[in-house]
């Protein structure tokens, strides 16, 4: 329990998606522009980690490792196919961002109102996809971590999210250099956000 | 080689760059610049990339239906990284297990995206093709910039050269910036690129 525990703190703080991976950059800058919009993203993003990177595991352990078709027959022991991972993976990504979408119009319209536009474009978020790239790298045991790993990647990407729409909100009030307007400060401020969070670094886990 | 022709490669240099303009592709930009040297592979990777996938797309607009043409890109995309990551392994390993998965990211990177729904999709295979060049040289010469200026001040060399060593620099009481390799100081930087750029161009200026 206290494995699982650890690996999700150390999604959310240490190794989070954005300031320390630099994950999702293009759909943080974009939609950042107000808390509520940006709080919606933020928990489709996490919804579409926990189903996706869960999924690719088992792809990446029974399908795609070397040596992984053996439970097929064991004259497979010798193939690798781990090159196709790229190609697999976004299109599990790309398929269940699919079904989510119709599942959510389905079953809760409201929900699907205020995420609708967003949804689509989560397939192409390199947060989702980068979070199976790391699972795959990293290596993790067993399922349960891989879940701790991707609820805590979500988190953190959650809170990065908000975090920087609602400094936004604020700034719009303050006098900035006119060349600096918009994305120009927007960039300086994550950079201090993630020197902030690069005090977390020292936390062994 | 006519005059549109020639703005198509030349625009996404300065009025139109990839990064400090359009927003796209950040993601890679930052993660890859600690060094010149795998900023310089990422950046003729990611030119291969959006080009070829510019030109295929392109060659399809007219067959691809629109309601899953997102899928048809990312696969046609997800083939040609597969592609150049078969190729970085082979040629350059070292520098491959540097990107490590950013390599794989360059399938979800904004810039191939952005290009192939805004251009490729719309325009004919020639005109594409020169798009996603000057575009992929725009998201280049940013890559650099950043590779250059960090692997600089943060390692205190060139291309993996001690230029600050054989320089002598060290002997005189200077220390390498450690913040500049971090993840903090790319963010910085690009910010820093964003403002001289708007600074001596008014029209990009936001309100």
Sequence with gaps: MLEFFNIFVKSIFIDNMIFAFFLGMCSFLAVSKTVKTSAGLGIAVTFVLLVTVPVNYLLNKYVLQPGALTWISDSLANVDLS?????????????????????????????????????????????????????????????GDVFAFSLGSGIGWFLAIVGIAAIREKLRYSHIPA??????????????????????????? | MSSKNSSLITNPFSKNNPITVQILGICSALAVTAQLKPAVVMAISVTVVVALANLIISLMRNTIPPRIRIIVQLVVVSA?????????????????????????????????????EAFAMTNKPWDSLLDGIGNGLGYAIILVILGFVRELFGSGSIWGYPICEKLGLYNIGYENNGLVILAPMALILVGIIIWIQRSSDKTLQEK
């Design chain 1, 83 to 143: 090159f196709l991972s790229l190609i697999l993976f976004i299109a599990v990504i790309a398929a269940i961002v699919q079904i989510v979408e119709m599942v959510v119009e389905k079953y809760s319209p409201s929900l699907y109102n205020s995420l609708g536009i967003f949804l689509p474009l989560i397939a192409v978020n390199c947060a989702v996809m980068g979070a199976s790239l790391f699972m795959q790298q990293r290596d993790y045991s067993n399922i």
């Design chain 1, 179 to 205: 060349p600096l307007k918009g994305v120009g400060i927007t960039f300086i401020i994550t950079g201090l956000m993630a020197i902030a969070f690069m005090s977390f670094m020292g936390i062994k886990l």
């Design chain 2, 80 to 116: 040609l990284v597969v592609l150049v990551n078969q190729v970085l392994m082979a040629f350059v390993y070292d520098v491959s297990k540097q990107l490590s998965v950013y390599v794989g990211l360059i399938i979800t990177n904004c810039i191939v995206m952005g290009r192939l």
